[in-house]
């Protein structure tokens, strides 16, 4: 069974930076691509920003030039570098399978909250 677990969110001003970190157990991690996603109050979830195995990465429109993402299969883990944080960038951070992995999407985690005051 598959076990996410995401770490690394809090409170910060804007403009200041986190990064979240997503480890994965129960699965071969480094085959599979990862994708971060959020979901801010009333909104429907987003993908933000996903890694494939071989290490390409795509960004939304929103975060792209703030964001960064990186994995650490030895420690089967994947990072999201977020600067330049913006109030609109509040809400929980996930990490699973991004939509174009074949195959239906683990069991979400608890997910991380981040929370960017202005």
């Known amino acids: 069974q598959v076990q996410l677990v995401e770490s690394g969110g809090g409170l910060v001003q804007a403009g200041g930076s986190l990064r979240l970190s997503c480890a994965a157990s129960?699965?071969?991690?480094?085959?599979?691509?990862i994708g971060w996603y959020r979901q801010a109050p009333g909104k429907q979830r987003e993908l933000v920003a996903s890694?494939?195995?071989?290490?390409?990465?795509n960004y939304a429109d929103s975060v792209k030039g703030r964001f960064t993402i990186s994995r650490d299969n030895a420690k089967n883990t994947v990072y999201l570098q977020m600067n330049s944080l913006k109030p609109e960038d509040t809400a929980v951070y996930y990490c699973?399978?991004?939509?174009?992995?074949?195959?239906?999407?683990?069991?979400w985690g608890q997910g991380t909250q981040v929370t960017v005051s202005s």
């Open positions: 129960g699965v071969t991690f480094s085959i599979n691509a």
């Open positions: 890694i494939t195995s071989g290490r390409s990465t």
């Open positions: 699973n399978r991004p939509p174009y992995e074949l195959g239906p999407r683990w069991a």
